[in-house]
């Protein structure tokens, strides 16, 4: 991949609290000819304005992170989409990772690293990047890399209001083999182990994911994750 052009897509709904700071490493990260998109689904504070002083372009669509990606993505000119979340902290290491996947690895993930200091967090850390590499399940704290063309081809991420990480993984795997997997680590905010409880969290997360693997729809998953009834 060494040469090739990347177009990070950054899908925000209010992160007005650590987007400017997610959009910063992220600019200073890329290489020349690199783009940075950050796709808003109707912010209702200062994302927009943040992003529109950072950002290469901002793209404005309907709500959905699905939804959201896949807008980012039909603007990128980029060979590879980088999907990279709001809440996400890297740097340059990472971005010269990318220029080292061979040309045959059609997409991939890096590990992750929870933000949190407490040792519960890098024992989850690990257990998300040893449950990857069994799946070959790429989720979206990972930082999901793509090739443009493949992910034209498999249809960009399915538009479901949750799981559209695993869905897409799905659609991929047939087409170019398991996920290349790069380190150094992304960190991924650990904001939602924080507010809900360790604990808590772990149990909701792999019950989802079970209710989803035996075919329970995304939209109920999603009602269940944010307590919406």
């Known amino acids: 991949m060494s040469g090739a052009t990347v177009t990070v897509i950054v899908p925000v709904r209010n992160e007005a609290g650590s987007l400017a700071t997610t959009l910063t490493m992220l600019r200073d990260a890329l290489q020349d000819g690199d783009e940075l998109v950050v796709v808003d689904g109707g912010s209702t504070d200062a994302s927009v304005e943040i992003a529109r002083g950072l950002a290469d372009r901002v793209v404005l669509c309907e709500p959905g992170r699905a939804r959201q990606m896949n807008a980012g993505a039909r603007q990128a000119t980029g060979h590879w989409l980088w999907f990279v979340h709001a809440d996400s902290q890297l740097g340059p290491a990472q971005r010269q990772s990318l220029a080292g996947v061979p040309a045959a690895a059609g997409w991939g ?94 149990w909701l997360m792999w019950s989802l994911r079970y209710r989803y693997w035996r075919g329970a729809p995304p939209e109920q998953l999603y009602r269940d994750y944010y307590g919406e009834h």
């Open 109 to 202: 993930r890096f590990d992750v690293r929870l933000s949190g200091r407490r040792f519960l967090y890098r024992v989850i850390g690990a257990m998300i990047n040893l449950r990857s590499r069994i799946t070959a399940i790429a989720t979206g704290d990972q930082g999901i890399f793509v090739r443009r063309d493949l992910f034209a081809a498999a249809g960009g991420f399915p538009d479901q209001p949750l799981m559209e990480d695993i869905a897409l993984s799905r659609l991929l795997k047939p087409q170019a083999g398991r996920p290349h997997c790069l380190r150094p680590p992304l960190i991924t905010s650990s904001r939602r182990w924080d507010t809900r409880g360790a604990w808590p969290t772990i």
